[in-house]
Nanobody, 125 residues
Framework: QMLLVESGGGLVPAGGSLRLSCAAS????????MAWFRQAPGKERAFVAA????????YYADSVKGRFTISRDNAKNTLYLQMNSLKPEDTAVYYC??????????????????WGQGTQVTVSS
């Protein structure tokens, strides 16, 4: 059973940066594609970014392209999300997850499991 724990969230002014971390335990992540999702109040959970198990390919939601960077350190069993040029609309709880269903769809939350508890990101205007 994999346990994922997110950290690094907080309150930041618009234009600022944050780096989220997702520490995995229970089993290594080095054979798993991983992703970040986010959920704003009153909205459904939405895809943010994904990375393949070797880190050779990344995928991003259009809303974060050019501002966010997903990365991983398999030796540390940790996933990261560097968020720059933050906007108030980035405010949400951010979750990491492990890919469970391997097909062409990286974007649906139903393709992932082992969700963490989330970390709150609040961007003030």
């Amino acid at each position: 059973q994999m346990l994922l724990v997110e950290s690094g969230g907080g309150l930041v002014p618009a234009g600022g940066s944050l780096r989220l971390s997702c520490a995995a335990s229970g089993r290594p992540i080095d054979q798993d594609d991983m992703a970040w999702f986010r959920q704003a109040p009153g909205k459904e959970r939405a895809f943010v970014a994904a990375i393949t198990w070797q880190g050779t390919r990344t995928y991003y939601a259009d809303s974060v392209k050019g501002r966010f960077t997903i990365s991983r350190d398999n030796a540390k069993n940790t996933l990261y999300l560097q968020m720059n040029s933050l906007k108030p609309e980035d405010t949400a709880v951010y979750y990491c997850a492990r890919r469970r269903v391997y097909d062409s769809d990286y974007y649906a939350s139903s393709k992932y499991d082992s969700w963490g508890q989330g970390t709150q990101v609040t961007v003030s205007s």
